[in-house]
Every structure is written in C-alpha cells, then in structure tokens.
C-alpha cells in the first residue's frame, strides 16, 4: 500500500525555473522560519497558482512549492519588537527595516498560515494582489454562490413537482367523478323512442350545417383572394424570388470557385511538385489565397440554402446569415493581398512555360474562355452581392417580420465588411485591364505586367508615315488610302503610350516603335502645317509627339483623331500623365542633388498625407504618385489635395473633377484655384516647405562661398543651391522636366540638367547677363557655353537630353528658377537670381492652368451651362495674362484656355440626333423588305451611338433613373430607354405583322443578320434589341415559325443571346468591350447596374459628415469608360430612308396588341 504522494522532481524544477523566468511575480521576500523566531530571505516567483521560493536568485532548483489555490491573503499589522529587537535595532537590525507583513493563510487542516514581509509599503500591496488574483479565491467564492442557487433550484423543482403530482391526482378523481355522474344520469333516464319532430330536427340541423360549411369556405376563399392581392401576399412573392434567386447565384458562384479550385489551384500545386516546377508552391499560395476555404465554407452555405427551399413555403435565412457572418472574415485576408496576388500572377507569367500550362488549364471547357484572373476576380463582388439580396428581401420584408431585425444586423455586418473591400475593387480593375491588353498583344508587353502603371484611355487613330527626312509625304494626310492603312489601336498608360495594329482575329500587334516612354516624349497639339494638298477633313485634327529616347536616335510619331473632341481628350490625357512624370522627376532630382531629404521623406514628414484624422481617411492603396489614396475626406482636404503643389495624381483629378457636385459647387473649386494663384505658398504645408528649402550641408551654398549680402541669410529668400556633383558614372543619365503644359505647338517650356563651369558661382552670374535686357534672346540662354533650350523652327521644344557626363551639372530646381527667373521683363535683380520662392510661384501658376485646362477641355458643359462662371473663369485668366510676373509661355496657356472657353466647337461634322429626328417629321417610310440587311444595321448603329453620345455624365450620379422624378433628373437616360423599347417593339412588330408564317421566318432571319452585323459593328445595344424582342413572350410562343428557322440562324440567335446575356454580371459582354476599340455602342442598362450596385452598398457621406471618395472614384471610372465610348464616332453615312423607317412609330403596337396578334396568328393550341 502507498504511503506517501509520488512527486516527480524533475517536472517540479522544470516548473520552478519556468516560474523564475516568466513568473507573474518575482523578487526577494522574508519568510519567518518554521519555530517563529528568525526572518530568512528568500527569493519567491510565481506560476499561476503556484509559489516557488529559492535560495538566491541565482538557484537553480526551487526550494519548496506552495499550491495558493483557495488561500487568503492579507497585510497584516507590524509586530510590537520586543526588548531584544529594540536594542538590536539600535546596532542597524534589518528586522526593524522591514516593517511591511502580509500572510498566506491556507483553508487545509494543519497547514500553518505563511508569513512574509517586504522593504517597502507598494511592493507588499502588489505582492498581495497577485497572491489574492492567483488564489482563484473569486472563482471559488462565485461557485459557492452558484452551488446555493442551484441546490436552491433543486428545491424548488421538487416542490413543483410535489405540486404537479397533486394537481394530476386532483384532475383524475374529478374525471373519475365526471364519469360516475355521467353513468347515473342515463340510468335515471331511458332513451326514449325517436318520435317524427327530432327526425325534422335532425334534417334541420344537416341542412344548416351543410350551409354554415358553404358558408364558411366561400367566407375563406374570399379572404384567401384578397390576401393573394393584397400588397403583403406581392411582398412575400418577391420575398420568395429573391431567395429563388439567391440560391441559383450561390450554385453558380460555388460552380466557380469549385472550378478555380479543381482545374487551377489544385493542379498547379501539382506542377509546383514536379521536377522542374513551372512556378514555387510560396506562388501558387500567394495567388489562390484562401479561396479553397472560401469555397468549403460556401458549399455548407448553398447546402443549408437548398434545405431551406426545401421547406418552402416557410422560408426563414436569418439564423443561416448568423452562422455565416463570422466566417465572412476570411474575405479580408483574400481582400487585402487580392491586388498583390494579380502582382505575383503577372510576374508568373513572364515564364514561358508557366503561362503555356496556365493557357491550356484556361483552355479547359468548364472555364468557358474565361482567365484565371477573372476567377479570382468572383469573390471580391460576392460580399456586394449579398447586400444587395439583404437590401431587396428587407425591402419586401414587413417590419413585423420575426426575421426583419435579424436580416437588418445582417446588412449592416455585411456592409461594414464591404467597406474594406470597395478600395481594392477598384485597383484590380486596373490589373486586370492591363492584364487583358497585354494578352490582346502577339509579341507580348512586358511593361503592362508593372502594376505601378495605370490605364488611362484606348482608342483608334490614324498615324501619318513620315519619310526618311522626317516630313509627311505630300497629299497623304487626307487620303483614303491612309485611313484604312494607317489606323492604329493606341493605349495609353500613366507611364508609356502603346500603338498597335489590328490583325486578324482581333489580335494586336506592335507597330514599329511601338512602345513609346512619356517621358522621352514632347507633345505638340497644333503642328505647323505640311501641305496645301491636305485633306480639309482632317484640318486640326493631328498631333505629334516627338520622342527623344536617351539610347537611341529621336524620331517622331504624327496622329490623327476623328474628331475635335476626341483629340482634346487624347492631348489632355497624354499632357497630364507627361507633366505628372517629370515634375515627379523634378522634384526627386531636386532632392537628390540639393538636399539628404528624398521626395518619399518629404512625404512621410507631412502626416497629413498618410495617417488618419477627423476630417480624412485613408485607404491601403497608392496612386500613381505613391501616395495613399483618400477614402474618406471632408471638402476643405478633398480641395487641398487637388492643389497641393508636390503631386497630382491623374486618377484623383478625374475622379475629383467628375464627382465635385456632389458634394461642392463650381464657384469653391474656382475660388481655391484662384486662391493658390494668389498665395501659393499656402499650397505646401510648412513642414514640407522646411524641407523643400533644406540643403544637404546644414544650408550652405554648394557653389561656393555665398554673397554678401542680407538675402543669402533670410530664411526661404536665399537663391537656390547649386550642386556640383561629378557624376559616379559615364553611363548615367537622367532626364528630368519642369513642363509648362496648354502650350500649343509645343512651346513648352522643359529644362533638362545642366552644366556649369568648375566656378558654378561665378558662371552661373555670368551666364545670366542677357536676361537684364528688356526682350528675351532665346538663342543667348546659355549656362556657360551649354544651351538652356533647343531652338527649332520658331519653337521652344523640350531638350530633355543631358550634357557630357564629365561636366558638372545644376540641379533641375535651380535651374528651373534661373531660366523663369530671366525670362520676363521687368523682374527684381534678387527675384531673377533664384529665388526660392519663385519657384514655388511657377509651379502654383503650373497648377491652376493645369487643372483649368482639363476642366474646360474634358468638362466643357459645366461652362456651357453656367455664363456666370465662364465669365469669372475668362476674367481670372486675363488678369492672370496681365501679370508682369508670368513666364511667356505660362500666358500663352492662359490665353489658349480662354480660347477653348470662348470659341465655338465645330463638332466632328456628324449628323446631329435633333437633325435627324427633325427630317423624319412628317415622312412616309418605306417598308422594311426595301431595306438590306446592312442598311438596317448601319442607320441603326448610327442612331443608337447618336442616342448613347449626348447622355451628360451628371446623370450616372444618385441614381435618378430610378426615382419618381426620372423624367426630369435623367432625361437622356429615359430618352436612351425609350428609344431601346421603340426599337424592340418595332422588331417585334414586323414580325407579327405577317400572317404567312414563311414570310415571319424571312423576317426573324433578317433581323438576326441585322444583328450579327451590329456584333461586328461594336452595337451590343442593338444586338440585346434584337434578342430581347425575340424572347418576348409573343414571339417566343410562335412555335409553328420557329420550326421553320434554319439551324444556322438558330445557332447565331444562339451565340448572340450567349454574348450579351446577363449571366454573372454581363461577363462575357464586359469581355467583349474589353477586346473592342472605339467606336462602340455598349448596353448602357449594364453600366447603371453597375452604378446602382455601387450607390445602393455606400452612401454618399459617413456619419462624420465626410465625403465618400472612395465611392466617387469606382463612380468615375465607371464613367470614364461610357464617356471613352460616347467620344469615338462612327463613320457612317447617314440615309434618311432605312433611318425613317427606324424611327417611325406609327404602326408599332404595345404590348397588349402584340400578344393578341401572336394568339391571332398562331392561336392556343388545346391541352
């Protein structure tokens, strides 16, 4: 028999060093010795409800152990010294030092209580404290108080069930009573004989209950009537098809990820395995995230969705929302890294044979010529898409719903969760279409696998060859010959513009020098003309970018646009993503060469422009400029970012100037402009401007010993520091400009590097002596014997090249304010001689064009539709023109700017919508057998983008289609909706206009070869006209005519149908747009889907009051995309005949006539 407890030794010293090392609590205690006469020091440490005491700190076993599970401890009071510790204390006694005790006392029988004591009153109280927390005494306190309660319970329900057993006994005596005086009142009362009266009776009572019966259900069937009429009994019907449908999305979005698991990620996991892996197994995990979990986690959602309808009617989802929301928080780690996994898919497939194996997986015919890309894409929009199903059900969900509370906790979960999602969506739209563009290109692109480079616009112009000597062969510009050979699908990014030719198949390929660096590039929007021999339909519409590539020869590309306004846009676009790069490069240059400060540096110094504050919220994302973008944003930052002098991103002056209504007016943005013209210094916080200012050697003159003079002392005058920086290698260059945009033919104004004498001082001073002169010489503006600016043809054209790399060189700032500073009349010595300052001027005077320009060139109607500020923006330029201080080429942007706001757009020479509805008043049209085919489809593409072209963007913002004012919110939209229903009612009329069913075959086939035309045509408006009037109810029953259509027009209604279907959100017709150059005719119901999604997931403002920029930026590339389509016309002649015959309503039935014509002609066949 065990006489004692085993301990095992080794697991108690394991404990006592764990307790030493990490212990809650540590240190040196006094521990009275077991007779109560001597105090020993000890050192203590404890473990959870463990106190380990050791010799020295320095032991390394313990000991011994004490178990505080259920102790009390408590301070306790000093003991009174006896005569012994009096006189002991006298001779420096530690007793008497340590008056701080406190004890342990243990709840076991026969265990002493432990007495302790410390040197000081806070180290007692907290050693006291984690004793009392480690003795679980709380806990053991609560669950005595629980056991009371429960033994309490206990009693109670004894005593109900004492009471119970009672009551049943109680119950089954009066029962038992029941039935005994039930047995005496029939003995003491026979049956007695039916007599002739109970028999009436009886038929009596039959009768009215047979009628109460009829009654009663016809009393039912009435109330059941009126309920299925009712609005409540619509509400559940459209409560149940919203879950109908909610379960086929769920089935479909399953079916999709199942495929990106099976036939991409679990694949490639096998390749990653093989002997040479085409990609790592870190890559594969870095693409496809978590979306396996994703996938399991929605097959138990689709699987709990399907027993619910399978209890139908009864359809209760709250408690299905509930199990699933937390395991929603998956989708932020897929959110979060989804941009960086297109990254790592990009790189990728730069392998060769990684992306022949990724084209065969994606060959498969579960994909549906679908990329991988697209598949990743599907989980991003599902979150979206599930608050849109919670925003219909809650819509048709009355608010005495038993679920109503719990679908609204669910909506605003879920739209929370949304909110992390909305910047990313945006950005990937961006990979994505890169991504597409680039597998568009036979010989690949490798530029568009660098996420930094951000779409801007794609379309088709003509580019005119020039000859060896660089001159346009004589009379080619207007040629026929031309437009067909020489049109080009061009593409332009923030950082390269790309210029290709359509092969066949839709294929793109690279034209010679096709790949062109803006930054090399020199654009010049209105060149000197060529010819007399030139086509008078092309005056005015070319442009030509000079291309200066630093490896190789220059050379110059020359383009031409359809119209007017299309060219604006290309100039505009191209102007802003060259000005963006080189006044980045600018600045860096500036930094690197004056200052330890980077440009990134300057950045993070400014909190303002990264961390979160009451009136700003930022988002994970960079723009182009490498600063986050804005989330949310009060009016007084959004107008500050859009003036702030370092950067400017493209991406934030679309979006800003696009959605500026909806949250300001006109007047304030022109005010801010004109604002920082006037105190530019405000546009840099002063933080920044410390920076800015700053030299690399404690604010020293590099060039030298400084001046004696006041100035080189006062604090932001002092001219600009001069670097003299010997180059570390033969082979560096850099190309860096300053460029004064709204320049016409090309005077803008571009400084590269320059160099200097070994006494950059005294050459600097010496080179600027022609610039007191009262007229500028541009053929004097020399920095020692090295040319400012090249001079060619009468033109100032940017040199962005750099000198011998042996020179010493300026640094791009100073040499920005040297050359501005001598090129005006009338200037200040001291100002001229760089100040510091004035560069800031130069660059705020920059911006305001800058930002003017692309508002009147690309937002023209804000100006048409308010005189009163397109006077105060005419009366802000000619006082900016009458300035002394402005630069020559900064007036003549003023005045190029008040020239587009005063003169009249001559259009592109295309038949106007009013003009053609004007001629078909009062014609007579012919009948559609006298039309072809071709004709049809041409006039109709005609009218369709003549519709589509004039919707104002303004209408694409607060969903004003969809309230009851539509008509007056969103006119063009309606018109554009109606003209869609006239034309489908046209087709649909035609049809049934014939009683001989061959001659309704002929009619089908027609317009279905009328709409594969509009297919090649880009009119996918008019390709969904034609198949939604086939599959009208009207139509789609003639079966008798359908059994005659050919197969091969059946396989194209067929394949049209497939193209423009709704099936996950329009995906095969966003792929076909995306393939697609301008002109284009797109559905415009799939973009206000797309709006409506958007506007329906955020409000326009937070509960701070801040604007919602992240919604206004996917709003406006949204519109970009529609405005990029309604620019490009078509080259359609316009024939007044087949457009009459479009256009003619007068014989076009509704759809009541039309389903009783159809029932007319091939009547209901008996069931």
Known sequence: ???????????????????????????????????????????????????????????????????????????????????????????????????????????????????????????????????????????????????????????????????????????????????????????????????????????????????????????????????????????????????????????????????????????????????????????????????????????????????????????????????????????????????????????????????????QYEAKPDCEERTLETFLTYPMFQIPRYILTLHELLAHTPHEHVERNSLEYAKSKLEELSRIMHDEVSETENIRKNLAIERMIVEGCEILLDTSQTFVRQGSLIQVPMTEKGKIPRGRLGS??????????????????????RGSGGKLHLTKNGVVSLIDCTLIEEPEGTDDECGQDMEHLDFKIVVEPKDSQSFTIILVASSRQEKSAWTSDISQCIDNIRCNGLMMNAFEENSKVTVPQMIKSDASLYCDDVDIRFSKMMNSCKVLQIRYASVERLLERLTDLRFLSIDFLNTFLHSYRVFTNADVVLDKLITIYKKPISAIPARSLELFFASSQNNKLLYGEPPKSPRASRKFSSPPPLTIAKTSSPNRRRKLSLNIPIITGGKALDLAALSCSSNGYAGMYSSMSPFSKTTLDINKLYVSKFSLFSYNNGMVVSSCRELDSNRSALSAA?????????????????????????????????????????????????????????????????????????LTQERKAAANIIRTLTQEDPGDNQITLEEVIQQAEGGKAEPFENHSALEIAEQLTLLDHLVFKVIPYEEFFGQGWMKNDKNEKTPYIMKTTKHFNDISNLIATEILRWEDVNMRVAVIEKWVAVADICRCLHNYNAVLEITSSLNRSSIFRLKKTWLKVSKQTKAVIDKLQKLVSSEGRFKNLREALKNCDPPCVPYLGMYLTDLAFIEEGTPNYTEDNLVNFSKMRMISHIIREIRQFQQTSYKIEYQPKATLYLLDQSSVLDEESLYEASLRIEPKMPT
């Open 1 to 359: 028999m065990q006489k004692g407890i085993r301990l095992n030794d080794g697991h108690v010293t394991y404990l006592g060093l764990l307790a030493k090392k990490d212990g809650t609590r540590r240190g040196c205690l006094s521990k009275k010795s077991s007779d109560n006469t001597k105090w020993h020091t000890k050192w203590f440490a404890l473990l959870q409800n463990m106190l380990f005491y050791f010799e020295s700190d320095s032991s390394s076993r313990p000991s011994g152990l004490y178990l505080l599970e259920g102790c009390v401890c408590d301070r306790a009071p000093s003991p009174k010294p006896s005569l012994s510790a009096k006189e002991s204390a006298g001779g420096g006694s530690v007793e008497g030092a340590l008056p701080y005790y406190f004890t342990v006392s243990f709840n076991h029988d026969n265990q002493k209580a432990l007495e302790l004591r410390t040197e000081d009153v806070k180290d007692c109280d907290e050693w006291v404290a984690a004793i009392t927390h480690a003795s679980y005494r709380n806990l053991a306190t609560e669950h005595e108080a629980l056991m009371q309660k429960y033994l309490h319970l206990l009693q109670i329900v004894e005593t109900e069930k004492t009471v119970a057993k009672q009551l049943r006994q109680q119950i089954e005596d009066g029962e038992i009573e029941i039935e005994r005086l039930k047995s005496e009142k029939i003995q003491s009362n026979p049956t007695a004989a039916p007599n002739d009266d109970d028999l009436e009776i009886k038929k009596i009572k039959k009768v009215q209950s047979f009628l109460r019966g009829w009654m009663c259900r016809r009393k039912w069937k009435t109330i059941i009537q009126d309920y299925i009429r009712s609005p409540h009994a619509e509400s559940m019907r459209k409560r149940n098809q919203v879950v109908f449908s909610m379960l086929e999305a769920e089935a479909e979005y399953v079916q999709q990820l199942h495929i990106l698991v099976n036939n991409f990620l679990r694949p490639l996991r096998m390749a990653a395995s093989s002997k040479k892996p085409p990609i790592t197994h870190d890559d594969v995990s870095s693409i496809f995230l978590n979306s396996e979990t994703i996938m399991f986690l929605h097959q138990i959602f689709y699987q709990g969705l399907k027993a619910r309808i399978a209890s139908w009617p009864t359809l209760v989802l709250a408690d299905l929302f509930d199990i699933l929301l937390p395991m929603l928080n998956i989708y932020q780690e897929f959110v979060r890294n989804h941009q960086y996994s297109l990254q790592i898919l990009a790189h990728c497939k730069q392998n060769r044979d990684f992306d022949k194996l990724l084209k």
């Open 814 to 886: 100073s040499a920005f304010a040297i050359a501005t500073a001598g090129a005006n009349e009338g200037f200040p010595t001291d100002q001229r001689n760089g100040d510091k300052e004035f560069v800031i001027r130069r660059a705020a005077t920059n911006r305001v064009l800058n930002v003017l320009r692309h508002w009147v060139s690309k937002h023209s109607q804000d100006f048409e539709s308010n005189t009163e500020l397109k006077l105060k923006v005419i009366s802000f330029l000619e006082e900016v023109i009458h300035d002394p201080e402005l």
């Open 480 to 501: 026929l010959s031309l437009k067909k050979e020489g049109e080009r699908q061009c593409f332009l990014f923030s950082k390269h513009l790309i210029i290709c030719t």
